[in-house]
């Protein structure tokens, strides 16, 4: 999937105009791309529309106008553009009750390392995490993953037959969960369609 440049973003007049449709549109694609995987943790799968409207947000919220700052912006979300048969999302672990934030957390440690998997058919993807979101005694409530996949598995997530789901094994959270038929047919769009899928309008 083609990475975001600076002349895919609007200055921020322009994303006024267009922001209340823009912002419709994520809102009903995250819906379509968000899976709940037991009682505490939620992936969201990212693509080209979900960073930019991520960046756009940013840029209101912080008024941020220098090129240079956001093409800073534009380089640090940018790593969560998938690549070629690639998956990308962002994993969050939610608690809502303030004094179970870090015995939650401290109780996840270590899910970096062979937990979280894709499974197609008989096949499982171990999930790739991004580095600085977590060490040997500590992991951030948001972490950004990636799942790597083969012709084959593309082909599989066509076959609604053909199971497909996000399973967790961790010593302190064991849980999974399918992918709904909305969900295979958007995350197979970024396959099938790429760059050509259009929300703008």
Same mark, same amino acid.
């Given at each position: 999937m083609k990475k975001i440049e600076l002349s895919d973003i609007k200055n921020i007049l322009e994303y006024e105009k267009i922001r209340n449709n823009f912002r419709n549109k994520i809102i009903a694609m995250k819906k379509e791309r968000r899976l709940k995987v037991g009682d505490r943790i939620t992936l969201t799968f990212e693509n080209r529309y979900t960073v930019t409207f991520q960046i756009e947000e940013m840029m209101r919220i912080e008024r941020i106008v220098d090129e240079e700052k956001i093409n800073s912006e534009i380089e @640090?979300?940018?790593e969560l553009i998938p690549a070629d048969n690639e998956l990308s999302a962002t994993l969050f672990v939610e608690v809502d009750e303030k004094d179970l934030i870090k015995p939650v957390l401290d109780s996840l440690v270590g899910m970096n390392k062979n937990s979280v998997f894709l499974q197609v058919g008989a096949g499982e993807i171990? @999930? +790739?995490f991004e580095?600085? !979101?977590? *060490? $040997? $005694?500590? +992991? *951030? @409530?948001? !972490?950004y993953v990636k799942f790597r996949l083969s012709q084959e598995d593309i082909k599989a997530l066509t076959e609604s037959s053909i199971m497909a789901r996000v399973v967790i094994r961790h010593p302190n959270y064991n849980a999974a969960a399918d992918f709904p038929d909305e969900m295979r047919k958007s995350l197979l769009k970024d396959f099938t369609q790429g760059d050509s899928v259009n929300v703008w309008n």
């Open positions: @640090a979300y940018n171990p @999930a +790739i580095e600085g !979101q977590f *060490s $040997d $005694d500590r +992991i *951030s @409530a948001v !972490q």
